[in-house]
């Protein structure tokens, strides 16, 4: 059982125009259902990563 899905923001989960690609969206929407922990990992300050949290 999956319990924790951790994703790299840049050059992993954001694409090369920095968007989170719709079927990114489902599949993180659907694990989040099935009670999977999200963590997005970056070098990112927290300003740079909030846009994308709120998807």
Known sequence: MIK???LDMD???LNEAKEIPQAHIDAIHKAIEKGVK???CTGRPLFGVLP???N
């Open 11 to 13: 050059g992993t989960l």
């Open 38 to 40: 999200l963590v997005l």
């Open 4 to 6: 924790l899905l951790a």
């Open 52 to 54: 994308y949290y709120k």
